[in-house]
């Protein structure tokens, strides 16, 4: 067997045999995958070539309600027969034999996973295209799901999304923060005094955007989406502004992990939220509400890595985070305020 940190392979293994009854064939291998800082991803591989992925926790100290492998099995198998592709949910494990953390089997997809720039480069520019035209139309699938018939109308509250997703974040940076920084606090109450009104309650991924899809290598179209651990309901605008947020633009002078949008190809922002609004008919007037509060959250999702990596070393993962990096996120986000008027 491999080394995989975070896994007891041998009872892992064991389970996946014996208590999953997947017919996989040992020896079983294990490799961290993706470039995720929250939970880990692992693809387990058997001695047919048979494949499949694991979820679990981050290793060491996490905050409380953070990185719900249990809550993410839940929202996937709601999930399972819906207009949203997902992979296939196989089991789900909190034995303290097999393992410290609760473990989450999902099949195989194959397909591409956009997550680097180098990745991007290798695809054709009709290609890019494709990917960003299924992004908007798979966004729109998520909002369309019908929660009662999913079974996840009590998945989370529902009073209005913006007054949470404050009130949460804010906590998390609280609790995470490796320093103090005046500016996300200030960012923190201007949203306040801007929140916009919600009309509709949907299902919202949360952290959507080109890592946590997988692509088809035939067509662009995605083929499953990943990492729900976010999930919640809310107002469905949330999903589009962390879209663009994840969306640097060429020219811009960004530097960080997620420059693939900024190839030939690739649609712009305007012509992503055009997309998206023109298939869904929602109104567009708070989008750029929702783009500066994602460009605050993502800048306190930033921060929460590098206290996970100052509490254990291990979770450190492909994509690097530094000070800086939270830093320029934080700037954007004052800058986008500014522009939209907040």
Not at 196 to 206: D, K, N, R, S
Not at 261 to 286: C, H, I, K, M, V
Not at 297 to 313: C, M, Q, T, V, Y
């Amino acid at each position: 067997m491999t080394t995989a940190v975070g896994l007891n392979e041998e009872a892992v293994a064991s389970w996946l045999v014996a208590e999953v009854g997947l017919g996989a064939l040992p020896p079983l291998t294990f490799r961290r995958i993706g470039n995720g800082q929250s939970n880990l991803t692992y693809l387990v591989t058997d001695s047919a070539g048979a494949r499949w992925v694991l979820r679990r926790p981050p290793l060491g100290a996490i905050l409380s309600s953070a990185h719900d492998v249990v809550r993410e099995h839940s929202i996937l198998s709601g999930l399972q027969g819906t207009a949203v592709p997902v992979p296939k949910v196989l089991g789900l494990t909190e034995d303290p034999a097999v393992t410290d953390a609760p473990l989450l089997l999902m099949s195989y997809v194959d397909g591409t996973v956009v997550d680097d720039i180098a990745v991007a480069e290798t695809l054709t520019v009709r290609r890019r295209a494709q990917i960003g035209a299924s992004l908007t139309d798979t966004l729109a699938r998520i909002h369309a799901v019908d929660l009662e018939s999913a079974g996840l109308e009590n998945l989370a509250s529902h009073k209005p999304y913006a007054e949470r997703q404050l009130k949460r974040w804010s906590g998390q940076w609280e609790k995470s923060k490796t320093r103090e920084h005046k500016a996300v606090e200030a960012l923190a109450k201007r949203l306040h005094s801007a929140i916009p009104e919600q009309t509709e309650l949907t299902l919202v991924h949360g952290d959507f955007h080109l890592s946590n899809v997988i692509t088809s290598p035939a067509d662009g179209r995605v083929a499953a989406v990943v990492d729900w651990e976010l999930c919640t309901l809310g107002d469905p605008i949330a999903d589009i502004g962390a879209l663009l947020a994840y969306w640097p633009q060429s020219g811009e002078g960004y530097v960080g992990p997620f420059m693939s949008s900024t190839l030939d190809g690739f649609p712009n922002r305007a012509e992503l939220a055009d997309a998206y609004f023109e298939q869904t008919g929602r109104d567009r007037g708070a989008l750029g509400f929702w783009h500066t509060l994602a460009l605050w959250k993502i800048s306190i999702i930033a921060e929460g890595i590098l206290r996970r990596l100052h509490n254990d070393p291990r979770n450190r993962g492909a994509m690097e985070v530094s000070t800086k990096m939270v830093d320029e996120i934080i700037a954007r986000a004052v800058a986008n305020a500014d522009e939209v008027g907040l």
